[in-house]
């Protein structure tokens, strides 16, 4: 089975300052990873994803994730925030093998920027 | 492609009555997922389907919530009788296995109020 932990539930940042959402995972299998945005009133959209490869991935608006296999994180970053970035952001893994191929989800973080 | 679809986008409904809620999966989709999300419980994963066939049923809280999946570009979700604590926003959300990362598209959601 599968666990992700995102361990802030909330964070406040001003207006093009940068930002790191953080994600660790526990898996006994190899997974991929993934960020999603939930904008308000809307439904999940991914922002990035890792299946293999480089473990600097780039999504869309300029966000970026890094996957760290040793310390099994997948952390997301914006060097400058948006006041339209402001959304909850959930991290996601799926395992590359088994019968259980569905996501897990963390409990999400909520990004308030501020002006 | 319209992205999932589903419908409606709010309903609102008195505690004892059946409400079916809807999703229209991404054409070429054979894997549906419906999930909960309320502010405590977060995003719940609450059945999928593979090629039309329910896979996982776990997630479903009790008997009144039932799904089905008639064909490859319809499912529905119904709770029968319907009660407060039924009150959320529900995702449907479509992958394909035959991609190599089964990232999941999600609907729009359903924000269902029973009074």
């Known amino acids: 089975a599968q666990s992700v932990t995102q361990l802030d539930s909330q964070v406040p940042v001003f207006e093009e300052a940068p930002v790191e959402l953080r994600c660790n995972y526990s898996s006994s299998v190899s997974v991929y990873l993934f960020w999603y945005v939930q904008y308000p009133n809307q439904g999940l959209q991914l922002l990035l994803k890792y299946l293999s490869g480089s473990t600097l991935v780039k999504g869309i608006n300029g966000f970026e994730a890094e996957f760290n296999k040793s310390q099994t994180s997948f952390h997301l970053r914006k060097p400058s925030v948006h006041i339209s970035d402001t959304a909850e952001y959930f991290c996601a893994v799926i395992p590359l093998s088994g019968s259980a191929r569905q996501l897990t989800f963390g409990s999400g973080t909520q990004l308030t920027v501020l002006p | 492609d319209a992205g999932v679809i589903q419908s409606p986008r709010h309903e609102v409904t008195e505690m004892g009555q059946e409400v079916t809620l809807r999703c229209k999966p991404i054409?070429?989709?054979?894997?549906l997922f419906w999930y909960r999300q309320t502010m405590m419980r977060g995003l719940e994963l609450l059945i999928y389907?593979?090629?039309?066939?329910?896979?996982?049923d776990s997630g479903m809280p009790e008997d009144r919530f039932s799904a089905k999946m008639p064909n490859a570009s319809f499912s529905t979700l119904k709770i029968q009788p319907s009660e407060p604590r039924d009150s959320a926003v529900y995702f449907c959300a479509s992958s394909s296995t035959s991609g190599a990362s089964y990232e999941q598209y999600f609907g729009p959601g359903t924000r269902l109020t029973v009074t």
């Open positions: 389907f593979n090629n039309n066939v329910p896979i996982d």
């Open positions: 054409s070429g989709h054979n894997s």
